[in-house]
């Protein structure tokens, strides 16, 4: 069965050093989203992107966060630099296109010291 | 206010109760409602979903949703130990894009 992989699942870094986190979406899958999921609250949308092109950053603190999906296929998001607040699970998702089911990764749980 | 409120809990019950899960939503546009169940150090997966008023059921799972009221439900019958999870509602509007709640841990105890 077809799976969203990311990778790392967990990483442990200290403040103000730089982060990255890649998302392998479904095969076919035109759009790829990221989440930050804050423990005890929901996953909340940091940007999507339709193919290589970005749809909705509104979210994204644009200051330290960026994403890319340069080929339309995997995406990196980092995190520049990383403050103790980022402390997060960050969860890619994807789906064939904007109007079908989200299937999502298994995510990567950050730790920021 | 947020745009979507649930239940917190956390819930425990004993294996075979009835679940209700509920979640409050402010903004009328949304249209679909869904449900996820979210395993510990998992990515949430779609449970149920639904774009309407009234009940949809799958196997032990009812969702509900009152957009007069503003309201959805999801009802677990016969809970077993397996359900012990997070559930997320999500609503979305037209765009699709995807408003969580903040989740509701449930624990089914054997």
């Known amino acids: 069965e077809a799976e969203v992989a990311q990778s790392p699942r967990y990483k442990i870094t200290e403040k103000s050093q730089a982060v990255a986190f890649w998302c392998d979406p479904i095969s076919g899958h035109a759009t790829l989203y990221w989440y930050r999921q804050i423990l005890g609250q929901g996953p909340e949308l940091l940007v999507q992107f339709q193919d290589e092109s970005v749809v909705d950053d509104s979210q994204l603190p644009k200051d330290r966060f960026s994403a890319e999906r340069l080929k339309g296929v995997d995406s990196t998001l980092k995190i520049q630099p990383a403050e103790l607040g980022d402390s997060a699970m960050y969860l890619c998702?994807?789906?064939?296109?904007?109007?079908?089911?989200?299937?999502f990764g298994p995510g990567t749980r950050l730790t920021v010291l | 206010q947020k745009e979507v409120e649930q239940d917190p809990g956390p819930l425990s019950v004993p294996e075979g109760a009835i679940v209700s899960l509920n979640c409050t939503y402010s903004?009328?546009?949304?249209?679909?409602f869904m449900w996820y169940r979210q395993y510990s150090r998992k990515g949430p997966e779609l449970l149920m979903y639904?774009?309407?008023?009234g009940n949809k059921e799958d196997g032990r799972f009812t969702a509900q949703v009152d957009k007069s009221s503003k309201y959805i439900s999801l009802f677990i019958r016969d809970s077993q130990p397996s359900d012990s999870a997070t559930y997320l509602c999500a609503i979305a509007g037209s765009a699709r894009q995807l408003t969580f709640g903040s989740g509701t841990q449930l624990t089914v105890l054997p």
């Open positions: 639904t774009y309407s008023s």
């Open positions: 998702a994807s789906s064939l296109t904007s109007y079908n089911e989200q299937f």
């Open positions: 903004n009328s546009a949304f249209q679909y």
